[in-house]
């Protein structure tokens, strides 16, 4: 009854930026925490940014600094906004919500978006 739809992947070259997108809709109350993860081919998936309905944030050491996250609660949309990006970003983005509906809470995931950094 949820679902995350992402945008904004594609292939930047090293030092490029790109702006992740993920609307949420459904049957939404409201939403907590909205997260983005990573995985790489080969690799765990990892969290990469958080942020709270209170807009309190957290990033992975590896991209602090480089990268933002944001979120529209009017539209129920997380972003993230990754600049100076490397190869070693390079991995399948997904979009992560901790989502309460009118039943009860839920975690929910995008379909993930793919970001390759390459010259």
């Known amino acids: 009854q949820v679902q995350l739809v992402e945008s904004g992947g594609g292939l930047v070259q090293p030092g490029g930026s790109l702006r992740l997108s993920c609307a949420a809709s459904g049957s939404i109350f409201s939403i907590n925490t909205m997260g983005w993860y990573r995985q790489a081919p080969g690799k765990q998936r990892e969290l990469v940014a958080a942020?709270?309905?209170?807009?309190?944030?957290h990033y992975a050491d590896s991209v602090k600094g480089r990268f933002t996250i944001s979120r529209d609660n009017a539209k129920n949309t997380a972003y993230l906004q990754m600049n100076s990006l490397n190869p070693e970003d390079t991995a399948v983005y997904y979009c992560?919500?901790?989502?309460?509906?009118?039943?009860?809470?839920?975690?929910?995931w995008g379909q993930g978006t793919q970001v390759t950094v390459s010259s």
């Open positions: 992560n919500a901790d989502v309460i509906t009118g039943v009860a809470r839920y975690n929910y």
């Open positions: 942020i709270t309905l209170g807009a309190r944030t």
